[in-house]
């Protein structure tokens, strides 16, 4: 395992990762049942599994693991510690001698340099090596991006070489990607050289990871559900509005070629020298959030426990985990820890917008109390589905002793339901063995039966309706005339019996951000819906949705160096 050397204050999360002890990752991965030659090798710390070794895998005899599902209460804008917990709760069932794995996403670019820096877990459980995985890592970033953009110019070149499927300009769905927060090409116009270098028509980028690529990447069962699922893909309507695809541009088999790769998950390890399996990033709004199903295929037959997690809370991730990602991939969670703070509890219990963040800081009991509503409906809606539920408090240096214990007594006596105090940041999978063992426990005694919220063949504006009024806590749902116009179209089109993605803010449970806590009495406004075909859901917008972030006025690229020696600084 890796070890950390002693210091007097504690470390920065670089510090960390660059004292830890890193194994080969052959020499990481042979307890759990792979092989070197199973991997294709990158370096000596990161590795793919190659197909026959994925195949040998997921055919094997071994059941598979108990899934816990790793979600959260509303978070503040600084987050709340979802991939920590994850990370860390790995390594605590590895402490207590329980063979569990991880499966987080893979970062990307924009981000990373833009407001939220390195995704790759923090202090004591963070996954290594670091710096890789926050930068080009393997390629899939890379790989997904090009294949992207590929289709865009197969597109735009059939409509230059005579247009022979009379696909209608003004009705191109398929924009432009790239990996970086670059807010000026949310908006462009291409073809300005007429018949030289193309139709004029209004164009755009969004960020590699809300590609419906990336979701089809981490829905595709094998390489050829992959270009299965590529060929279907809608990228433009013709005149009389019917779809054009991938397949109808002759672009599928080069596509696909380019992401045969990316498709094989990656393993790195914790800093405890567990294996975890960082591959796949999808948006959590306009896509389902979660890592590659691959990885979670193969994950599953190598350990007794896996431990996932969603985007975002869990009225988006887990949400959109349950009802989309457990009804396509045909699995199901034994368990969800919800990780709640004793900061976001404060947030949730302000009466107050903007919020005051200093406040946060300041010892405050009741303060606390005021926010459990925000707290408890998250609760009630994960209970929904027929899964216990243990809440991970995911302690902070700052919190008092009173704090800590206000929560914790409140899951067990009030919502009734395990709580646990999680400090896998300063003390690694030891600060999280409590919740380990109390998630065992829950899913030992489990009796109830997993279920979505809805069925695969309720009308479209009922799966929305569902979603809204039983996770949201709306009073109901208006649709916008044009929302019930694609809502026709897509019925007429086939897409009725496909899950529903819903968009929305993550900064509340509600669709406006101000709204703290769990708000009520208000109406959730749908104002488009269209097919993510080769993904197999629909995607219901209830604002415009931004797809390309910008950089905020101190982007973390601007504190971030390298000197003489190679050594990175303020990737984190």
Known sequence: MASIEETEEFPTDYEIAQQAEKEHIADVVAPFGLGRE???????YTAKVKYDAIERVRDSDRDDAELVLVTGMTPTPKGEGKTVTTVGLTQAFNRIDEQALAAIREPSLGPVFGVKGGAAGGGYSQVLPM???????????????????????????????????????????????????????????????????????????ILTAASELM???????DLADLKERVARMIVAYDEDANPITVDDIDATGAVTILLKDALKPNVVQTIEGTPAFVHGGPFANIAHGTNSLIADSVASKLSDYLITEA???????????????????DVEPSAVTLVASVRALKYHGQDMWPPDFDALDEPDVEAVRAGFENLDKHVTNLQKFGVPVVVALNKF?????????????????????????????????AGGTDLAEKLIDAIENDDQEFRHLYPDDAPITEKIETVATEIYGADSVTFQSSARRDIERMENLGFGDVPVVMSKTFHSLSDTAEWKGAPTGWELEIKEVYPSAGAGFLVALTSDVLTLPGLPEEPAAANMDIDEDGTVSGLF
């Not at 199973?38 to 000596?44: A, N, P, R, V, Y």
């Not at 979701?215 to 069962?221: E, I, P, R, T």
């Not at 985007?311 to 991939?329: I, P, W």
Request: aromatic share 4%; charged share 25%.
């Open 38 to 44: 199973d991997l294709d090798l990158h370096g000596e």
């Open 131 to 205: 710096e890789d995985i926050n930068l080009h890592f393997t390629g899939d970033l890379h790989a997904l991006t090009s294949a992207h953009n590929l289709i865009s110019t197969m597109l735009d070149n059939h409509i230059k070489q005579g247009n022979d499927l009379n696909i209608a300009v003004n009705w191109v769905n398929w924009p432009r990607a790239i990996d970086m927060n670059d807010r000026v090409l949310r908006e462009t116009v291409i073809g300005l050289g007429g018949d030289v270098t193309g139709v004029p028509r209004e164009d755009g980028f």
């Open 215 to 221: 979701a089809v990447l981490c829905l595709a069962d």
């Open 311 to 329: 985007g975002f809370g869990s009225d988006l991730g887990a949400e959109k985990f349950m009802n989309v990602v457990c009804r396509l991939g």
């Open 397 to 429: 240096p700052d919190d008092t002793d009173e704090e800590v214990q206000a929560v914790l007594e409140h899951c067990r006596e009030d919502l009734g339901i395990e709580a646990a105090e999680s400090t896998v940041f300063e003390e690694g999978g």
